[in-house]
């Protein structure tokens, strides 16, 4: 019994640390004095501040275009990239599965690095381009991962009966394997789109002069002192995330329930 209280005590100690600080934020950020720590009433103000600030309306672009671009990309890439992948067999699957885990398992620093001296190789100038590319990079294995288990969990002789109907290869893929990988292809998107947001290290270093993402935006704010507005920004930007997240986690319950009553 103590035992159990005191895991019970534990877990909630863990989430208060974990969570209390977004707690504090999205509180501060409603808040009308520009002391930390000082509450002066509420007010709508910091938000009404961001939507007139020119430098967040055009961070805000860039971090959803490439987001959007990049998004787009790496699911097609990775669909395609995936069902290659599952029709192989022995050690070439294993080793292009064991190089499609390497981004993933990298620190951000590295890969961000790396790929900053490869365009410094190709003679590309940093910029727009170039965080675009960086974004499609790290997402790809992502949408990789998220669909290959629906291609193993796939029953194959729905395929085969198609071909053997007369279905041409095409025709198959369009109508008989995409519906079946169709949650996994969502899944991956939603996820490749939430990292593209979220991510500061690879675009810190990957970008040049007047290409900012909001992650780089805030930081650049912060630098200065904390300003209210980066409460509020830091906010909306839990809240979009917080979304994504919500309904990857929903999608994710659905299919599970939808295997369990097929499975029955």
């Given at each position: 019994?103590?035992?159990?209280?005191?895991?019970?005590?534990?877990?909630?100690?863990?989430?208060?640390?974990?969570?209390?600080?977004?707690?504090?934020?999205?509180?501060?950020?409603?808040?009308?004095?520009?002391?930390?720590?000082?509450?002066?009433?509420?007010?709508?103000?910091?938000?009404?501040?961001?939507?007139?600030?020119?430098?967040?309306?055009?961070?805000?672009?860039?971090?959803?275009?490439?987001?959007?671009?990049?998004?787009?990309?790496?699911?097609?890439?990775?669909?395609?990239?995936?069902?290659?992948?599952?029709?192989?067999?022995?050690?070439?699957?294993?080793?292009?599965?064991?190089?499609?885990?390497?981004?993933?398992?990298?620190?951000?620093?590295v890969t961000a690095i790396s790929l900053m001296g490869l365009f410094g190789v190709l003679g590309l100038n940093l910029g727009y381009l170039t965080m675009t590319i960086s974004h499609i990079v790290f997402c790809l294995p992502y949408v990789i991962l998220s669909i290959l288990p629906k291609l193993q969990s796939m029953d194959q002789n729905m395929l085969e009966a198609a071909l053997d109907l007369g279905a041409t290869p095409m025709y198959a893929l369009k109508k008989v394997v995409i519906p079946q990988i169709k949650p996994g292809i969502v899944t991956g998107a939603l996820m490749a789109f939430t990292l593209s947001l979220d991510d500061f290290v690879v675009s810190f270093f990957n970008t040049g002069h007047g290409v900012s993402n909001l992650s780089m935006t805030i930081y650049s704010m912060a630098r200065k002192g904390i300003n209210p507005s980066i409460n509020a920004l830091s906010t909306l930007m839990f809240a979009l995330l917080l979304i994504l997240l919500l309904v990857i986690n929903k999608r994710s319950e659905q299919k599970e329930k939808r295997m369990l009553y097929e499975g029955q």
């Open positions: 019994m103590v035992k159990k209280l005191f895991g019970k005590i534990w877990t909630y100690l863990v989430y208060i640390f974990l969570y209390a600080p977004i707690v504090v934020l999205i509180v501060f950020s409603f808040n009308d004095s520009k002391l930390r720590g000082s509450w002066k009433g509420f007010t709508m103000r910091w938000y009404r501040e961001l939507i007139g600030d020119e430098l967040i309306l055009q961070s805000l672009w860039t971090t959803i275009s490439v987001a959007i671009i990049a998004t787009l990309i790496s699911t097609v890439v990775g669909t395609l990239a995936a069902l290659g992948i599952h029709e192989l067999r022995g050690a070439r699957k294993k080793a292009i599965l064991e190089i499609n885990y390497l981004p993933v398992l990298n620190p951000d620093i």
